[in-house]
């Protein structure tokens, strides 16, 4: 079976801390895609990144980076000098290939205070 | 270019009675999902469409619920007998699939449906 686990509910910063966004999953696949979601106040879904299981590479983009570690099976998120705009509900998800649905986690609110 | 639309944005019924929600994908997208979310919780898979075939309906909670894509664009979901359980956020994405394997979805801004 499959699942995210996004132990942390909330997480409250204030501006310019850098935080960092935990995501744990399971799966039995060998080949599989993990993603993050930003989730606004306006409700819809934003893209952040997409990674296969093959590539542990870190990644950053821009004020984002990707921490991926399949010893540990986690792919966490941080922010570095957080704006109040980045407050959210961040979703990390896992979709096993071949198999197209998206596996969420029950999502971390960030709330960013200036 | 457009994103992925859906309408209504918000919906009231009332319990027993029949709704419809529409998704409008992202133009050329071939693949195209719907998911349910509860409040307080991510989304959970409904349905997956490949062209016009439901490629996988695993996530359907019953019966009540069922799916349609008949031109391989704009696809509904309708719920029949709808339950105060039903109430929550559906949301549609779409991706090209251009990989065969699991690319990129892209959501549109759900529909709120209400049931009293």
Same mark, same amino acid.
């Given at each position: 079976?499959?699942?995210?686990?996004?132990? !942390?509910? #909330? &997480? *409250?910063?204030?501006?310019?801390?850098?935080?960092?966004?935990?995501?744990?999953?399971?799966?039995?696949?060998? +080949?599989?895609?993990?993603?993050?979601?930003?989730?606004?106040?306006?409700?819809?879904?934003?893209?952040?990144?997409?990674?296969?299981?093959?590539?542990? !590479?870190? #990644? &950053? *983009?821009?004020?984002?980076?990707?921490?991926?570690?399949?010893?540990?099976?986690?792919?966490?998120?941080?922010? +570095?000098?957080?704006?109040?705009?980045?407050?959210?509900?961040?979703?990390?998800?896992?979709?096993?290939?071949?198999?197209?649905?998206?596996?969420?986690?029950?999502?971390?609110?960030?709330?960013?205070?200036? | 270019?457009?994103?992925?639309?859906?309408?209504?944005?918000?919906?009231?019924?009332?319990?027993?009675?029949?709704?419809?929600?529409?998704?409008?994908?992202?133009?050329?997208?071939?693949?195209?999902?719907?998911?349910?979310?509860?409040?307080?919780?991510?989304?959970?898979?409904?349905?997956?469409?490949?062209?016009?075939?439901?490629?996988?309906?695993?996530?359907?909670?019953?019966?009540?619920?069922?799916?349609?894509?008949?031109?391989?664009?704009?696809?509904?979901?309708?719920?029949?007998?709808?339950?105060?359980?039903?109430?929550?956020?559906?949301?549609?994405?779409?991706?090209?699939?251009?990989?065969?394997?699991?690319?990129?979805?892209?959501?549109?801004?759900?529909?709120?449906?209400?049931?009293?």
């Amino acid at each position: 079976a499959q699942k995210v686990t996004q132990a !942390q509910t #909330e &997480i *409250s910063v204030v501006e310019k801390e850098d935080v960092t966004l935990d995501c744990v999953y399971e799966t039995r696949d060998t +080949t599989y895609y993990l993603f993050w979601y930003k989730q606004p106040p306006s409700g819809e879904l934003v893209f952040l990144i997409r990674r296969n299981s093959f590539d542990e !590479q870190n #990644e &950053i *983009s821009g004020r984002y980076s990707w921490n991926f570690q399949k010893s540990t099976s986690s792919f966490n998120f941080t922010i +570095t000098a957080s704006q109040v705009v980045d407050s959210a509900v961040y979703f990390c998800a896992l979709s096993a290939f071949g198999t197209d649905k998206l596996i969420f986690g029950t999502g971390t609110r960030l709330q960013v205070f200036p | 270019g457009a994103g992925v639309s859906q309408t209504p944005s918000n919906k009231v019924t009332e319990k027993g009675k029949y709704v419809e929600l529409r998704c409008d994908p992202i133009s050329g997208h071939t693949a195209l999902y719907w998911y349910r979310q509860s409040l307080g919780q991510g989304p959970e898979f409904l349905i997956y469409f490949q062209g016009t075939g439901a490629a996988d309906d695993s996530g359907l909670p019953n019966d009540r619920f069922f799916a349609v894509r008949p031109e391989g664009s704009v696809s509904t979901l309708k719920i029949q007998r709808t339950e105060r359980g039903d109430s929550a956020v559906y949301l549609c994405a779409s991706s090209p699939n251009l990989s065969g394997g699991t690319d990129t979805q892209y959501f549109g801004p759900g529909t709120r449906l209400t049931v009293l």
